[in-house]
């Protein structure tokens, strides 16, 4: 009975993998960007949680990358043998400024600005990272534009509008729009039963934006800069696992640095197990190796463009578990960004057509 249940989960295993061999590589790209969309939206409603638990925001990301590299390590290892070219210098000096952009600055600002907006707005002005990688992309000459044809005028108009939005988002906050109603008998057992999970009574909401853009524009450059280095060094996995290596070196001195207090860096409850879990497995690993995958075969700009997609998702989670009012200004940014990443993707479309005439 054992050998016949071991046979069919291994049949199972090689029908799966035949099926999505099978699929069209575009298809493939489609799927791994909406399930990264998945994890990302999923982590600004858990992360929020978390740091109203009061979890320490230094102390955090140590926890999530060792767990992201305890599991990305041991595949990069086994699994990339043969495509690791000898390291040098130049590779090192590469993977630490991909842990500091991709790991460190990355996630301590996106903590600190989570903690002092919401998860609904977080990933709203994420929405900019598409906008702001092309226009990297440009700059480094990655991405192509050709100002004397509508495609490379969609792509210039797309960067601006979406960098308007995110303007108006941090400038603007407007009146409520949408509230759950107080009076609501959903709402009153939905704060009951998730107490912690809602916002943060004191908020630095000018601090919290401008560490959100810093936290958006550390992830495009982590996102462009990952290019270069994939076409010097061929192992996706064991990029992610030396960008994870170095980013945890300079979180973990910065945390021993500022938090002197031996209660700060333990876990005092089982959602702070759970968030760590998440955030390593989830939101670090698996995005980690999922988005550098996309990055070899679609390019810098491509990885970032379903970006809104977790916008509409975390919004979704964020009205049912934590009852968050939606604001002028959120909506009008929201719009702007959105019509300027279409007008990004349009352009690019347009320009794979010039490509092919």
Same mark, same amino acid.
């Given at each position: 009975?054992?050998?016949e249940?071991g046979?069919?989960s291994?049949?199972?295993?090689a029908?799966?993998?035949?099926?999505?061999c099978?699929?069209?590589e575009?298809a493939?790209?489609?799927?791994?960007?909406?399930?990264l969309q998945?994890?990302?939206?999923?982590?600004h409603?858990?992360l929020?949680t978390?740091?109203?638990m009061?979890?320490?925001?230094?102390?955090?990301?140590?926890?999530? &990358?060792?767990i992201?590299?305890?599991l990305l390590?041991?595949?990069a290892?086994?699994?990339?043998?043969k495509?690791?070219?000898?390291l &040098?210098?130049?590779?090192?000096?590469q993977?630490f400024?991909m842990g500091l952009?991709?790991?460190?600055? =990355?996630q301590?600002?996106?903590?600190?600005?989570?903690? =002092?907006?919401s998860?609904?707005?977080a990933? +709203?002005i994420e &929405?900019?990272?598409?906008?702001?990688?092309f226009f990297?992309?440009?700059?480094?000459?990655?991405?192509?534009?050709?100002?004397n044809?509508?495609d490379?005028k969609a792509?210039v108009?797309?960067? /601006?509008?979406s960098?308007a939005?995110?303007?108006?988002?941090?400038i603007?906050?407007?009146?409520?729009?949408?509230?759950?109603?107080?009076d609501?008998q959903?709402?009153?057992?939905?704060?009951s039963?998730f107490?912690s999970?809602?916002?943060?009574?004191?908020k #630095?909401?000018?601090?919290?934006?401008?560490?959100?853009?810093?936290?958006?524009?550390?992830w495009?450059?982590?996102?462009?800069?990952q290019?270069p280095v994939?076409?010097k060094?061929?192992?996706?996995?064991?990029v992610?696992s030396?960008?994870?290596?170095?980013?945890?070196?300079?979180c973990?001195?910065?945390?021993?640095? *500022?938090?002197?207090?031996?209660?700060?860096w333990?876990?005092?409850?089982?959602?702070?197990v759970?968030?760590i879990l998440?955030?390593? *497995? *989830?939101?670090?690993a698996?995005?980690? +190796?999922l988005?550098?995958?996309?990055?070899?075969?679609?390019?810098?700009?491509f990885v970032?463009?379903?970006?809104?997609l977790?916008?509409?998702?975390?919004a979704?989670? +964020?009205? *049912?578990?934590?009852?968050?009012q939606?604001?002028l200004?959120?909506?009008?940014?929201a719009?702007l960004?959105v019509a300027g990443?279409? /007008?990004v993707?349009?352009?690019?479309n347009e320009?794979s057509?010039?490509? #092919?005439e």
């Open positions: 009975m054992a050998d249940a046979s069919s291994s049949t199972s295993r029908h799966g993998k035949r099926l999505w099978m699929m069209p575009r493939r790209i489609h799927m791994a960007l909406t399930a998945f994890s990302y939206a999923g982590q409603v858990i929020r978390v740091l109203n009061g979890v320490s925001k230094l102390v955090f990301p140590v926890y999530r &990358n060792i992201a590299l305890l390590g041991p595949f290892y086994f699994q990339e043998k495509d690791r070219p000898p &040098n210098f130049g590779l090192v000096m993977f400024l952009l991709g790991i460190t600055c =990355n301590g600002l996106y903590l600190l600005g989570l903690e =002092n907006t998860p609904t707005f990933s +709203a &929405n900019a990272v598409p906008a702001i990688t990297m992309a440009a700059l480094f000459r990655i991405e192509q534009v050709h100002l044809r509508k490379g792509k108009l797309g960067t /601006l509008a960098v939005g995110a303007s108006v988002i941090t603007y906050k407007g009146p409520t729009i949408y509230g759950p109603p107080s609501s959903y709402l009153n057992q939905s704060r039963l107490s999970f809602g916002d943060a009574k004191e #630095n909401w000018t601090l919290g934006c401008i560490c959100l853009i810093g936290h958006c524009l550390c495009s450059s982590w996102i462009v800069l290019a994939l076409k060094y061929p192992a996706r996995l064991s992610t030396f960008t994870c290596f170095f980013g945890i070196l300079q973990s001195a910065i945390a021993g640095i *500022v938090e002197r207090d031996s209660r700060a333990q876990v005092h409850s089982g959602g702070e759970v968030a998440y955030a390593g *497995v *989830v939101a670090s698996m995005a980690f +190796a988005q550098i995958w996309v990055i070899e075969r679609g390019g810098p700009v970032s463009v379903y970006l809104p977790q916008t509409l998702l975390v979704l989670m +964020a009205s *049912v578990i934590l009852g968050e939606f604001y200004g959120g909506i009008i940014g719009v960004i990443l279409y /007008l993707v349009w352009g690019k320009e057509k010039f490509g #092919n």
